[in-house]
């Protein structure tokens, strides 16, 4: 069973238009993450949440928003779409602090026309 | 910058040979080394880590190498198989830091 869930697998958007990933988590971890990853930045740190606080933001735009609803939710909000924010997006985990092993989800792709 | 390195971009090995994989880094604050491997379709996950205290960590036939005062790494992965194809990834934190750094990655195909 997948521990961290991320919805959608697949997502089409068009330029211009908002979309909202979901990441929920079951591993009962306290500190939550937003990587991406597109063939020009293999892994690029976006976000770190601990205990629903941000952490850490290195995304330039401010076009991307996480959102921590609950202790185990860090969605990831993006709104005026652009080609360039293709890419596929990794929900992480760790149990208390980024100085340990992360789990990760099995990401969203996403496409922007 | 990038602050965590690795090389090379991609290798090919025979099965049964041993595959070498290096990365290197910057900040000498750093004293996590997690080492994820990544399918096609699947999010990375951890192989195999290492804390600066040791310079040495063996799982298997997964090893990793470390010299702190040159900031290098190395994972070592003896009698490759092709179920080892993939891409590596050699990541970075400190006990101050808020996030993993990743290098590049070095996609590794093992030839039956």
């Known amino acids: 069973d997948p521990k961290i869930i991320q919805k959608p697998k697949y997502l089409v958007a068009v330029t211009g238009s908002e979309k909202i990933l979901i990441c929920e988590q079951y591993?009962?971890?306290?500190?939550m993450y937003w990587y991406r990853q597109s063939a020009k930045k293999p892994l690029e740190f976006m976000f770190s949440y601990s205990y629903q606080k941000l952490m850490d933001n290195q995304t330039a735009s401010s076009r991307f928003q996480p959102q921590s609803s609950k202790k185990n939710h860090l969605d990831l909000q993006i709104t005026a779409l652009k080609p360039d924010d293709s890419a596929t997006y990794f929900c992480a985990s760790s149990q208390e602090s980024s100085n340990e092993r992360l789990f990760f989800g099995h990401g969203t792709k996403l496409s922007v026309l | 910058q990038q602050q965590v390195r690795q090389s090379p971009q991609s290798l090919t090995v025979w099965e049964g040979e041993t595959a070498i994989l290096n990365c290197s880094y910057e900040?000498?604050?750093?004293?996590?080394f997690p080492w994820y491997q990544q399918f096609p379709g699947e999010g990375p996950a951890l192989l195999i880590s290492?804390?600066?205290?040791?310079d040495k960590k063996e799982d298997g036939r997964f090893t990793i190498f470390f010299n702190k005062r040159e900031k290098k790494l190395s994972l070592h992965i003896t009698d490759s198989q092709p179920g080892d194809s993939a891409t590596y990834f050699c990541?970075?934190?400190?006990?101050?830091?808020?996030?993993?750094?990743f290098g590049t990655g070095t996609k590794l195909q093992v030839v039956p």
């Open positions: 290492i804390r600066s205290v040791s």
């Open positions: 990541a970075a934190s400190a006990n101050s830091g808020t996030y993993q750094r």
């Open positions: 591993l009962g971890h306290n500190a």
């Open positions: 900040d000498s604050t750093f004293n996590y």
